[in-house]
């Protein structure tokens, strides 16, 4: 059995398969979005969720069930208004401002004034690293944009993109890699061969990542464990581990197993199956 | 490049054919040999009228577009200031310039001045709300980016939000362009006794209609090399143009 999982229990606690320590740890965390017109979006409530040091956790649930939000809470891009988000033994706050978090958003973000080489440079720069050149030129190669260095965004495909902007992001060199639907407006040929390289870069840097994603097979094929939230407000309703050894490969992405991994996230997503 | 040229030139010929034709008296309508003629023999008073009005475009362009793009600049830099520095300028933009141009003359006297003024005032509108535009069009996801970071104020200033500003200065310019020109006419035509827009009182007062139109001719030529100037220096310095250039190759 390649894949365990654990249901909430009846407080809402959801208890994974007993961790070392928790890298990051939310508790009872949720949020209210104050509408302009004065109504209120409860967009995550009671979420409780570990994640251990180096782990590969994705996020998948229904459209509008919290995902950007609990990514939001985790890299101090929103405060939330209950419960508490604890990583690393700092809040967000801390650690954004220690500059060791990375994001990595759908849109790549890179700034169509300045090259891909000063893109791949600029975050790590304004948070007081020096990136030496052959960093750079490493760094561009393991993405595969070596060639592209002196070349600025608009020139590049949105897989190209989407690249640099993960590469952006590593050069922070982050304790957390905030990843929120980073391959989601890609083909399906080129996201399975991103996240080929993902996993590469992912396995040789280790990482801790969240990543979201509304693909079940991306989630399936690159995660340590899968996190299932309910639609609104979000709540955590599966947790799937999957043991499945790295790297893996195509053939697994195609196998009976990892299969079996996907009907299980579906089961849970729909409400069907063994964890509803 | 080649296009505009074949129609302007069709142009004048369409127009010579028609007072040649019609016969039209050259002091309604002179004909553009007549008025090239005229550019060539009026060529000294040209000249040297030619010389103020540019110093005044030139200078109250300067100070327009500083004045613009500094406040500009202080608003988005200091948001307190927005409260402050709006109704002035709307103030100073609901008044008509024009209209107050006789009241310069009275202020600051004939010459050189009042024309800096009512060209300045004229080209800091357009530059300073589009700088200021610019300078507030910052993408949610690019502040989250810069904020993941905890990248100070100025950095975000400085990376995001004036490289972000380059192409709406731009078009602030163009616009400010087009009424420095006006402004500067209407400044010599009321305060001052020298200048192209002299000339072209001096001019139509002595019914000297194909003298009027070499005035003419000569102000649509200063301002469409000033044009070509100013996307000349669009083409080095805006990053949006290069991204519209790659994309149209
Ligand atoms: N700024 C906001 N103001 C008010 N409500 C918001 C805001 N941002 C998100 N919401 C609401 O909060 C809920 C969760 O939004 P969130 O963006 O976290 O969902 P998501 O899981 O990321 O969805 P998707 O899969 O579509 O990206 C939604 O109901 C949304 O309408
Ligand atoms: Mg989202």
Known sequence: MSASQTVPSPNGVAEPTAEPRAFVSCRRTGLVYQGADGGEVIALTDLDLDIAEGEFVSLVGPSGCGKTTLLKIMGDLLAPTAGSVEIDGFSPRQLRERQRIGQVFQSAELLPWKSIADNLVLLAKLSGKTVPREQTEAMAETLGLQDFLHRYPHELSGGMQQRAAIGRALLLDPALLLMDEPFGALDEITREKLN?????????????????????SEAAFLSDRVVVLS????????DVRIDAPRLRTTEYRFSSEMAEVVARLHGALTGEGEAS | MWVSVLVIVSLFVLWELVVRVAHVPQFILPAPTDVFAQVYIKRDALL???????????????VGVVVGVGLAM?????PLLKAVVYPVVIATQTTPKIALAPLFTLWFGIGLLPKVIIVALLVFFPVFINTAAGLES???GRLDLMKSVNASRWAVYRHIR???????????LRLALTVAFIGVIVGEWIASGRGLGYLLVLYNSTQDTAALFAVIFVF??????????????E???SWQVRIQRSQQS
């Open chain 1, 196 to 216: 080929m390289e993902l996993q590469r870069i992912w396995s040789e840097h280790r990482k801790t990542v969240v990543f979201v994603t509304h693909s079940l």
């Open chain 1, 231 to 238: 639609g609104r407000p979000g709540r955590l309703v599966a």
């Open chain 2, 138 to 140: 910052v993408s949610k």
């Open chain 2, 74 to 78: 202080l608003i988005a830099g200091v």
């Open chain 2, 162 to 172: 004036l490289p972000e500003a380059v192409p709406y200065l731009f078009a602030g």
């Open chain 2, 48 to 62: 040297r009228n030619l010389q103020p009005t540019l110093v005044a475009t030139g200078e109250g362009f300067g």
């Open chain 2, 235 to 237: 083409n080095r310095l």
């Open chain 2, 220 to 233: 649509v030529f200063l301002a469409t090399v000033s044009f070509y100037l100013l996307g000349w220096l």
